[in-house]
């Protein structure tokens, strides 16, 4: 757990202080690579990972924007509904870094 949260924690960290978006895969990747046990544990730890981080950075931008950016993107994507624009968000961070974190497991065996 102690891995897991020190992940998340430098992805958020990278993600404050960098402007790209790729860490989402670098960080899960090298922990996959040197901590995980498992590859199932690998790619759920590193889903929950780039999930908790992407969807909270999209919650505090729909929070601090009111919804409009999120309510637009939504519209792009027929959604309908900013809120759900949040989940695909932490959908698609959580499954990228997901199979990051897979992938440097795999590698490691």
Partial sequence: MIPL???AAVLLV????????????????????VFAKNDERAFWEGFLAGAVVWGGAAAFFF?????LIAGRMAGMFRLGKGW????????????VAGLASFAGRSLRK
């Fill in 84 to 95: 759900l624009m949040l989940a695909l968000t932490a959908l698609l961070g959580g499954l």
């Fill in 5 to 7: 949260a020190a992940s």
């Fill in 14 to 33: 990278l993600h404050l202080l960098t402007p790209w978006w790729w860490w989402v895969a670098v960080v899960p990747f090298v922990y996959g690579l």
């Fill in 63 to 67: 929070l601090t924007s009111g919804g």
